[in-house]
């Protein structure tokens, strides 16, 4: 069910009734869009526009383009945050803790028209729920350093494991046989917090495995029930809900340590 709402209150009294019987099982995490019908709102950027069919490439050159930026990046995923921070699109998508953080990236504009904004409710089994460190993890991540035909894993998982081994050597074509169906799947996964921009923003992301084991041409697709609800944001509402948010110190500022953003806080004050 979609709820249409118009003030900071209003959203806090919806979620309060969404989230009334919580199970310690479950962890909620919430994500926030600047319009409710865009088709791309739980789709990761890599998977928008075609980008899928250069996503090695692009991997591989924004590495060479700004190679200091990674040297301390051991893993894939470790690049993929970045890349995911610099606007890259990447199989990536990113989700929160914090439901106030959601709420103001809902109550956004959306390019230059007014629409309403949408935060969604996800309800995560908390045993699904992966580490920086996870072996699934590196499978999923490691298709981003894949040629679309060499994702075509009926042959065998070769290719794949010869790019994770850069970072973990002890895997082996026998621990993807046992473990393949992870490649299909999504997980939410808590990186480290060594990202000022995560940290402020109670961070996380969901990674997306492929769809089939046939080619990395289509996404995983989210299961429906992880989605507990919707809640529709107003577009007439949304300059009100930022006020009533930055009162409470949830603001471009202090959600984007980068000095940039503080000083185009500063100018819209």
Not at 162 to 171: N, T, W
Not at 248 to 265: K, M, V
Request: net charge negative.
């Amino acid at each position: 069910m979609t709820f249409s709402l118009f003030s900071l209150e209003e959203f806090i009294s919806q979620l309060k009734m969404q989230l009334e019987s919580v199970d310690s099982d479950f962890v909620y995490y919430y994500r926030g869009c600047a319009t409710h019908d865009w088709p791309y709102n739980l789709v990761p950027g890599i998977y928008r526009d075609q980008y899928i069919y250069d996503e090695d490439t692009s991997f591989r050159e924004m590495i060479i383009k700004s190679p200091n930026e990674f040297v301390d990046d051991k893993t894939t995923l470790e690049k993929l945050v970045k890349m995911q921070h610099y606007n890259l699109p990447t199989r990536l998508l990113d989700i929160t803790s914090n439901p106030l953080v959601a709420l103001y990236f809902a109550s956004l504009q959306y390019k230059n028209d007014k629409t309403d904004g949408k935060v969604y409710v996800l309800k995560v089994p908390r045993n699904e729920i992966k580490y920086y460190d996870s072996d699934s993890v590196s499978l999923i991540s490691n298709l981003a350093k894949l040629k679309i035909n060499k994702t075509n894993f009926s042959s065998g998982f070769d290719y794949l494991v010869h790019e994770i081994k850069e970072e973990k050597p002890y895997f082996s074509n026998s621990f993807i046989d046992k473990n393949n169906k992870d490649i299909v799947k999504i997980f939410p996964v808590k990186v480290k917090l060594n990202n000022n921009r995560i940290v402020r923003q109670s961070g996380s992301f969901l990674i997306f495995g492929i769809k089939d084991l046939n080619s990395k041409l289509e996404a995983a697709t989210l299961p429906t029930t992880l989605i507990v609800t919707e809640l529709q944001i107003d577009k007439d509402a949304k300059n009100y809900i930022l006020k009533s948010l930055d009162s409470l110190a949830i603001n471009e500022s202090t959600l984007f340590p980068e000095l940039d953003h503080a000083a185009s806080y500063l100018r819209s004050s």
